[in-house]
């Protein structure tokens, strides 16, 4: 029940594509899910993030759909560049004292140019 | 803002002694830091929750006599692996919580930990 299923586990993209990553959830209590990128040797970096009471956010080229019936929230990059090339990981998290993250397995994305 | 700085970098050690690794929130003062690892090619896996002053939560399976966490200032958390053996050497990666609403998880930049 506390897992977040990634997919697809990677993922090959032409510059200037629309990359899309996909995370469905079990938890409903659930209530914060935070997209982060992580490129090879680095930790993670907090890409954009939103809460359940929103359907979507943008953030210049990234975008999160969040379906809160179907249990699922995805990540859209838009005009995907060489650059975006990275590991990407889709988690979740409870309102809570600890607010501990439950991470997807990852999705490593490729951009050729 | 919201900086979060892990010292070492790398670290190469041998089998059987104890190696210390610090993270640091720079521009923030974090109620909650967290430890992870993460081997190739995989997820992050949470190993322990560490609150100020308090001590750290351990996950399920992860052995808290061998890794050892202190988490003595606002700003500042170490994570002491003991007796190392070459089956620890991994990826360690701290994050700090930033309080508020919904708490947000600000990333160090990870250490690498080899044994030999």
């Known amino acids: 029940q506390q897992q977040v299923k990634q997919s697809p586990q990677s993922l090959i993209v032409q510059k200037g594509g629309i990359s899309i990553i996909n995370c469905a959830y079990e938890?409903?209590?659930?209530?914060?899910f935070p997209w982060y990128q992580q490129f090879p040797g680095k930790g993670p970096a907090l890409l954009i993030a939103?809460?359940?009471?929103?359907s979507e956010k943008k953030e210049g080229r990234f975008t999160i759909s969040f379906n809160k019936s179907a249990k699922q929230f995805s990540l859209h990059i838009m005009d995907s560049q060489p650059g975006d090339s990275a590991t990407y990981f889709c988690?979740?998290?409870?309102?809570?004292?600890?607010?501990?993250?439950?991470f997807g397995s990852g999705t490593q994305l490729t951009v050729l140019p | 803002g919201a900086v979060v700085s892990q010292h070492p970098s790398w670290v190469i050690c041998k089998s059987g002694t104890s190696v210390k690794i610090e993270c640091r929130s720079l521009?923030?003062?974090?109620?909650?830091m967290f430890w992870y690892r993460q081997f190739p090619k995989q997820s992050l896996m949470l190993m322990a929750t560490?609150?100020?002053?308090?001590?750290?939560?351990?996950e399920q399976g992860v052995e808290k006599d061998k890794f050892l966490i202190n988490h003595a200032s606002l700003t500042l958390s170490t994570l002491t692996v003991t007796s190392a053996h070459p089956e620890d050497s991994s990826f360690y990666i701290c994050?700090?919580?930033?309080?508020?609403?919904?708490?947000?998880?600000?990333f160090g930049p990870g250490t690498r930990l080899t044994v030999l």
């Open positions: 988690a979740a998290s409870t309102t809570g004292s600890a607010r501990q993250l439950t």
């Open positions: 994050s700090a919580s930033l309080s508020g609403v919904y708490n947000e998880q600000f």
């Open positions: 939103i809460r359940p009471d929103v």
């Open positions: 521009d923030f003062q974090a109620t909650t």
């Open positions: 938890n409903t209590a659930f209530d914060y």
């Open positions: 560490s609150n100020e002053g308090s001590k750290a939560t351990y």
